[in-house]
T-cell receptor
Framework: GAVVSQHPSWVICKSGTSVKIECRSLDFQATTMFWYRQFPKQSLMLMATSNEGSKATYEQGVEKDKFLINHASLTLSTLTVTSAHPEDSSFYIC???????????FGEGSRLTVL | AQKVTQAQTEISVVEKEDVTLDCVYETRDTTYYLFWYKQPPSGELVFLIRRNSFDEQNEISGRYSWNFQKSTSSFNFTITASQVVDSAVYFCALSEAGNQFYFGTGTSLTVIP
């Protein structure tokens, strides 16, 4: 089946630094990728929809200047958490849809801890 | 309003027991997809099943089975003869024609040996 890979799987950084998370579709082209955030013992919250070659669409309440999304190619989307603070510590998951099949495949997730 | 409701927050069963995880959804679209995902403690989401709105046939895959009933807007998931490895959080999700994905709040299943 389709595979979506996320990197890094975990990262620890100091407050004020920026962190980039990559999401790659390994065996299919994804014109659309999605970024989710998950707090402990909670559901996935959609942050933004990443569209190849155009600006991302952010959900209400998500700061686009804080969470920069770039979808430079059909197989890669990146999420950059700028000037990270401890409250940004969370589990970030990306996903990609393969064509029109409707299935949404998820990356392994990236656990961010901001000290 | 919640699009996908998983009323059971936590369930504990003893190994080999059967367990059913409930999922109720809400949509006005006639074309939509329903999904179940498993999230083990390691965090990654594992795709289990996708069902489109025109296919109400129940599905069985090994110890897993799904009951889709449009009349009650439910898509329940049953694990037969549960095992410790089934312990995880299970999410039900709805995808409408506009591609938006809605997740339920998840059901945490603990299988006790």
């Amino acid at each position: 089946g389709a595979v979506v890979s996320q990197h890094p799987s975990w990262v620890i950084c100091k407050s004020g630094t920026s962190v980039k998370i990559e999401c790659r579709s390994l065996d299919f082209q994804a014109t659309t990728m999605f970024w989710y955030r998950q707090f402990p013992k909670q559901s996935l919250m959609l942050m933004a929809t990443s569209n190849e070659g155009s600006k991302a669409t952010y959900e209400q309440g998500v700061e686009k200047d804080k969470f920069l999304i770039n979808h430079a190619s059909l197989t890669l989307s990146t999420l950059t958490v700028t000037s990270a603070h401890p409250e940004d510590s969370s589990f970030y998951i990306c996903s990609a849809r393969e064509g029109g099949r409707g299935e949404l495949f998820f990356g392994e997730g990236s656990r961010l801890t901001v000290l | 309003a919640q699009k996908v409701t998983q009323a059971q927050t936590e369930i504990s069963v003893v190994e080999k027991e059967d367990v059913t995880l409930d999922c109720v959804y809400e949509t006005r679209d006639t074309t939509y997809y329903l999904f179940w995902y498993k999230q083990p403690p390691s965090g990654e989401l594992v795709f289990l099943i996708r069902r489109n709105s025109f296919d109400e046939q129940n599905e069985i895959s090994g110890r897993y089975s799904w009951n889709f009933q449009k009349s009650t807007s439910s898509f329940n998931f049953t694990i037969t003869a549960s095992q410790v490895v089934d312990s995880a959080v299970y999410f039900c999700a709805l995808s409408e024609a506009g591609n938006q994905f809605y997740f339920g709040t998840g059901t945490s299943l603990t299988v006790i040996p």
